[in-house]
């Protein structure tokens, strides 16, 4: 089975907590904080593998965790990192986050791309001794790593695509101009998967074709095996255009070729304007009538026109240095820039960060907030400094505005994450 798009979780390791512990030793009375620093948490990374055609291999795990990172120790013992999680993934695929649709990387070349990041890991007592407080009773939780849904698109690297309507030769031309063996028969959608074939001129000029399966019209509306496999010619940097120039099934070929190409348009409008080089095929079929009128039809538009005859191979050579000579002039194979968030997006983000929700029940007012669980972890209520930084987060988010608002009175009951106090004015 080829599998070209799967949906899977992503999460980088968090990292591990700082420590809170004191030095002990015989005959020193007290000695200092000595807790050490959690290890960062391990980081996602994308790699591509090309002993990986398609991305099968996500059908049946789709949930990717780092480890965490160790947490700290006494001794000012730093934990241990985490290793990274290495994702292997065929080349070209295309990585989006889910929600958006924003691409995230392409993993084309050969570089590993970091996606997520690790956690930092959290930093331990021995770091928030000051003259003044000389017995911190607490130490930092470590930073969540990040986590995504990410949509995986494998968009095969190919310099050539084929497109054309079902049965009119593309997957006979691929066979006779290079090594693959696609299959070839006389019906509609044989070719259900893509397939590359590499093109040799000569020792030093080569390049890779793509045969994708069939066209048809309102294909972008999904029908006939839909417009989906357009993504594997996404990449390319020339369309090689192949109509059935004899008419041997009953269409005309002026009205084929404009069928595809508005197949193609809607698909994309980059797609659309990638240069085309048309091979009208059959011509051992057909009339030199049917090949003057498409050929005039088609060069006045302004592209290049080869007759061909796939079957018999006659014309494919000249087609194949026509490809190549273009080719030449060409930028290379496209490769999709990662869209980084807009400064907008950014503070939204950050805004949500700090999102809570108040309920009350019972008398008892329930504040919720996902970001408060770490808020809480660091803190040691039964150390005086470190439940008035507690009081000083609850009051610089607007948690505490927001529970006068809601007329809490001196003495009721606050809870958070079950961790129970009684609010003081
Ligand atoms: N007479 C003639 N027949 C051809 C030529 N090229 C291909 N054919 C025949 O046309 C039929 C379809 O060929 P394919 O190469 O499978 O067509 P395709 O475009 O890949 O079709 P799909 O994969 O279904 O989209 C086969 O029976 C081929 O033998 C040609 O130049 N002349
Ligand atoms: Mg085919």
């Not at 006389?186 to 998967?193: G, K, R």
Request: with cysteine.
């Amino acid at each position: 089975m080829f599998v070209d798009s799967a949906k899977i979780y992503i999460k980088a390791g968090d990292g591990g907590d700082g420590c809170v512990s004191f030095h002990r030793e015989k005959y020193v009375a007290a000695g200092g904080p000595d807790g050490g620093d959690g290890g960062k948490g391990g980081d996602i990374v994308f790699k591509a593998d090309d002993n990986l055609s398609n991305l099968i291999d996500f059908r049946y795990k789709r949930k990717f965790v780092a480890e965490r990172g160790k947490d700290g120790s006494a001794k000012n013992c730093t934990g241990r990192n985490a290793p990274d999680l290495v994702i292997k993934v065929p080349r070209g695929t295309v990585i989006k986050e889910a929600e958006t649709g924003r691409i995230l990387a392409d993993i084309s070349g050969d570089e590993p791309v970091v996606i997520c990041k690790g956690g930092k890991g959290g930093r331990g007592n021995s770091h928030f001794a000051t003259s003044t407080r000389q017995i911190p009773r607490f130490a930092k939780p470590g930073f969540r790593g990040d986590e995504y849904e990410v949509q995986l698109e494998l968009k095969l690297i190919a310099d050539v695509g084929l497109v054309g309507f079902p049965n009119v030769g593309k997957s006979t031309l691929i066979s006779v101009v290079s090594a693959a063996k696609p299959k070839i028969a006389n019906y509609h959608f044989t070719t259900l998967t893509p397939v590359l074939g590499v093109v040799r001129l000569d020792e030093n000029s080569s390049f890779v074709m793509a045969d994708i399966p069939g066209l048809i019209e309102g294909a972008s509306e999904g029908v006939g095996l839909g417009h989906e496999f357009l993504r594997h010619v996404e990449r390319c940097r020339l369309i090689v255009h192949v109509v059935d120039v004899s008419g041997c099934e009953g269409r005309d070929p002026i009205e084929d070729f404009e069928a595809i190409n508005r197949e193609l348009e809607n698909f994309s409008e980059e797609l659309a304007e990638a240069p085309q080089i048309v091979a009208a095929n059959k011509c051992d079929m057909a009339t030199p009538e049917q090949i003057e009128r498409f050929k005039q039809y088609v060069t006045e538009k302004g592209y290049k026109f080869f007759e061909i005859s796939a079957a018999t191979t006659k014309g494919t050579q000249e087609l194949v240095k026509a490809v190549y000579e273009d080719l030449v002039k060409l930028p290379p194979v496209k490769q999709f820039e990662a869209q980084p968030l807009t400064q907008e997006e950014l503070d939204d983000k950050l805004l949500s960060k700090k999102d809570f929700s108040v309920t009350v029940e019972d008398g008892v007012y329930y504040v919720e907030a996902d970001w408060l669980w770490d808020v809480l972890r660091s803190c040691n209520m039964e150390d005086y400094s470190s439940l008035q930084y507690f009081q000083r987060v609850l009051r610089s988010t607007g948690i505490i505005d927001k529970l006068e608002e809601m007329g809490i009175n001196e003495g009721d009951t606050v809870n958070i994450f079950d961790f129970e106090f009684d609010f003081v004015e």
